[in-house]
């Protein structure tokens, strides 16, 4: 049971490239989540996906496009990355759980993105 | 405003103290939740504990427990007998709305917390 696991770990871009950022789950959750984490701040939420086939925009949407390719995948796309998209990436998932147990939201290990 | 408040920015604890993180929040839903994590300077986010509006009684787990305070809108996190491996950042987050709608967390700056020998 890897959890959230995304890909790359690392990663360079220079003005104007594009990249995908890759992410799974094998928790079985309906919901996912892109993140990204800025230093000295907490996490802003990119996009997510409620449930399969449906995503919404969060605080920080601008110059991403996100895809929930199948109830396991949730990928991020920057189609022309810009230096202020330097950050670190979090891939979340969670589900919900009646009577009192809380939807928690678990993590994938980030992805450090650096945009020269 | 703000929605999640976490006013130290850097705390030192001496080994084997105990600590209390601060947090306060804003909203005005009924039906709420508010969440810990602790990022470690690998740099996971880990869950430590959750906090419902309706809960009664304060949540506990382990050397974790929140002290929730409604009516001031604080939900503190207290770490009993602090450990070297708890140095970290620490962020409080919150949901708004039913448990079983779509929902966002809303994050705090957080807090660093070392942990001296």
């Known amino acids: 049971n890897a959890g959230v696991t995304q890909t790359p770990k690392f990663q360079v871009l220079k003005t104007g490239q594009s990249m995908t950022l890759q992410c799974a789950q094998d928790m079985n959750h309906n919901s996912m989540y892109w993140y990204r984490q800025d230093p000295g701040m907490g996490l802003r939420l990119i996009y997510y996906s409620a449930s399969e086939g449906t995503t919404d925009k969060g605080e920080v949407p601008n110059g991403y496009n996100v895809s929930r390719l199948n109830k396991r995948e949730f990928s991020l796309r920057l189609e022309s990355a810009a230096p202020s998209q330097t950050s670190v990436y979090f891939c979340?998932?969670?589900?919900?759980?009646?009577?009192?147990?809380?939807?928690?939201?678990?993590f994938g290990p980030g992805t450090r993105l650096t945009v020269l | 405003a703000q929605k999640i408040t976490q006013t130290q920015p850097g705390m030192f604890v001496q080994e084997k103290e105990a600590v209390t993180l601060d947090c306060t929040y804003d909203?005005?839903?009924?039906?709420?939740?508010l969440f810990w994590y602790k990022q470690p300077s690998s740099g996971e986010m880990i869950f430590l504990i959750y906090?419902?509006?309706?809960d009664e009684q304060n949540a506990t787990e382990g050397r974790y427990s929140l002290n929730f305070q409604k009516a001031r809108k604080s939900a503190n996190l207290v770490i009993s007998a602090s450990q070297l491996g708890d140095s970290a950042m620490y962020f409080c987050a919150m949901r708004e709305g039913r448990m079983d709608s779509n929902y966002q967390l809303i994050w705090g700056a957080g807090t660093k917390l070392i942990i001296k020998p």
């Open positions: 909203t005005s839903d009924q039906s709420y939740g």
């Open positions: 979340a998932s969670s589900d919900f759980v009646h009577r009192g147990k809380p939807d928690t939201q678990y």
């Open positions: 906090q419902g509006s309706y």
